[in-house]
């Protein structure tokens, strides 16, 4: 069985400044990952996604994340966030062959002004 | 398209008392899922249905129930809630089904449900 480490809890950081939400997961098959974004009273939504291929992917609102296979990362980074980025960020692992993805349990990222 | 919707938003139940989470999607997606999130838990899987007709457990089933009425449609029924099911609750579906397991999650807005 797979699992999926995030780890840290809480990433607080100023506006315009860099971020890095770290992501680990532990799987002995070949997976897909993504990382998905939670604001306030809704739903989760799609960030961006590695299936195969480039092992840097870019998502929405300027975020990308790196796969690194021999470190079993998919760390997820904005070079400047905004005040709107002010979320919560899962961070989730498909193995080949299943429906089930295992999701981490988040990370709240603070963007204060 | 409203994708994946959810009824009720908000509900109170008492211990005790039964009730019905409703889920539906209109994009035509093969599987179905069935999720709570508490504080510092993240995302636990309560049921799944990858496919009309089928359901599985997940991670956290004891408690509740699923029907995959149609395609479209996945319901949660607590048969008897307890204070441990105070929660929310989201639906999501994924086109994931046959050959194809890469498919991401759509989610529904969640409903809040509080046991006292």
Known sequence: AQSVTQLDSQVPVFEEAPV?????????????????????????????????????????????????KSQTSFHLRKPSVHISDTAEYFCAVSPGGSYIPTFGRGTSLIVHP | NAGVTQTPKFQVLKTGQSMTLQCAQDMNHNSMYWYRQDPGMGLRLIYYSA??????KGEVPNGYNVSRLNKREFSLRLESAAPSQTSVYFCAS???????????????????????
């Open chain 2, 51 to 56: 496919s009309e007709g089928t359901t599985d």
């Open chain 1, 20 to 68: 890095e939400l770290r992501c680990n997961y532990s799987s002995s098959v070949s997976v897909y990952l993504f990382w998905y974004v939670q604001y306030p009273n809704q739903g989760l939504q799609l960030l961006l996604k590695y299936l195969s291929g480039s092992t840097l992917v870019k998502g929405i609102n300027g975020f990308e994340a790196e796969f690194n």
């Open chain 2, 94 to 116: 994924s086109e994931a089904g046959g050959s194809s397991y890469n498919s991401p999650l759509h989610f529904g807005n969640g409903t809040r449900l509080t046991v006292t």
